[in-house]
């Protein structure tokens, strides 16, 4: 089990751990690389092209501003493209999420929210359970360890608002 993380700057890195961090704790490999689709297209070209024969399952791109990585990536290879637009224009990242999301018929990068590495990477845990059905059980782990959460918080809420009434 194998992800690529792509970003087209490395002061994307802070938004980007997550996904990396999370990868991991599923048991996922992860190779992280900085290419820009406009400043380094050779690299991005080489890179999404041998992605598969590397044992690269699924890629999560993220870009700001233009933000043509993702797309740039989908082009080369017929693997899943998550993409994840970056906050990093004056614009809040909306221009990258036009970006991402305005793709051609034919050539699809499956897009995240602003700055959304975490569900990228759970995305891409999805899209790998289909053939590693061991990443299910984790799934549904740690999903009830959210349900936990949340009620865990609402109680101490409860608790909380009735002292002070």
Not at 48 to 54: E, G, L
């Given at each position: 089990?194998?992800?690529?993380?792509?970003m087209?700057?490395?002061?994307?890195?802070?938004?980007?751990?997550?996904?990396?961090?999370?990868?991991?704790?599923y048991?996922?490999?992860?190779?992280?690389?900085?290419?820009?689709?406009?400043?380094t297209?050779?690299?991005?070209?080489e890179?999404?092209?041998h992605?598969?024969?590397k044992?690269?399952?699924?890629?999560i791109?993220?870009a700001?501003?233009?933000?043509?990585?993702?797309?740039?990536i989908?082009?080369?290879?017929?693997?899943?493209?998550?993409?994840?637009?970056?906050?990093?224009?004056?614009?809040?990242?909306?221009?990258?999420?036009?970006?991402?999301?305005?793709?051609?018929?034919?050539?699809?990068?499956?897009?995240?929210?602003?700055?959304?590495?975490?569900?990228a990477?759970?995305f891409a845990?999805?899209?790998?359970?289909?053939?590693?059905?061991?990443?299910?059980?984790?799934?549904?782990?740690?999903r009830?360890?959210?349900r936990a959460?949340?009620?865990?918080k609402?109680?101490?809420?409860?608790?909380e608002?009735?002292?002070?009434k």
């Amino acid at each position: 089990m194998k992800v690529a993380i792509i970003m087209g700057s490395n002061s994307d890195w802070p938004i980007l751990e997550p996904a990396e961090k999370t990868l991991l704790k599923y048991g996922i490999e992860v190779e992280v690389l900085v290419a820009s689709a406009h400043r380094t297209p050779d690299v991005v070209h080489e890179y999404a092209a041998h992605a598969r024969q590397k044992g690269v399952e699924v890629i999560i791109a993220a870009a700001g501003a233009a933000a043509h990585l993702g797309g740039v990536i989908a082009a080369y290879t017929t693997l899943p493209v998550i993409g994840i637009p970056i906050n990093a224009t004056p614009l809040n990242g909306m221009d990258a999420l036009l970006s991402f999301v305005q793709m051609p018929a034919g050539i699809p990068v499956a897009t995240m929210a602003i700055n959304g590495a975490k569900n990228a990477a759970i995305f891409a845990v999805q899209i790998l359970s289909l053939k590693y059905p061991e990443l299910v059980g984790k799934m549904a782990e740690e999903r009830e360890n959210m349900r936990a959460e949340v009620a865990a918080k609402g109680a101490k809420l409860s608790e909380e608002r009735a002292r002070t009434k």
